[in-house]
Nanobody, 125 residues
Framework: QLQLVESGGGLVQPGGSLRLSCAAS????????IGWFRQAPGKEREGVSC????????SYADSVKGRFTISRDNAKNTVYLQMNSLKPEDTAVYYC??????????????????WGQGTQVTVSS
């Protein structure tokens, strides 16, 4: 059974950091492009970042550029989202998604076939 599981969310103060993980089971992420999305209450789902299967491309939404970094460890079948300088407006449920589109490049707004259940990130003092 193909499954993505996010972890690492929590409550953090403004200016703090969190690292989210997206672990795959039932399939290898080696050839998959991975995206991170988020959805805040009452708002539409927003593409945050993506990393291509070839690792030649990582892209970010303007709202997180310079603060978030996406990376992947194929040996651990896991993708990470390092989030620094967090702001209250980063509060949302964060989801990872995986698909076979875009081996060499990706767009953070592309939604793929497989989704995790989400992890809550709350930025508040």
């Amino acid at each position: 059974q193909l499954q993505l599981v996010e972890s690492g969310g929590g409550l953090v103060q403004p200016g703090g950091s969190l690292r989210l993980s997206c672990a795959a089971s039932g399939f290898s992420l080696d050839y998959y492009t991975i995206g991170w999305f988020r959805q805040a209450p009452g708002k539409e789902r927003e593409g945050v970042s993506c990393i291509s299967a070839s690792e030649h491309s990582a892209s970010y939404a303007d709202s997180v550029k310079g603060r978030f970094t996406i990376s992947r460890d194929n040996a651990k079948n896991t993708v990470y989202l390092q989030m620094n300088s967090l702001k209250p407006e980063d509060t949302a449920v964060y989801y990872c998604t995986a698909g076979l589109l875009g081996y060499y490049s990706c767009s953070p707004t592309t939604e793929y076939d497989y989704w995790g259940q989400g992890t809550q990130v709350t930025v508040s003092s």
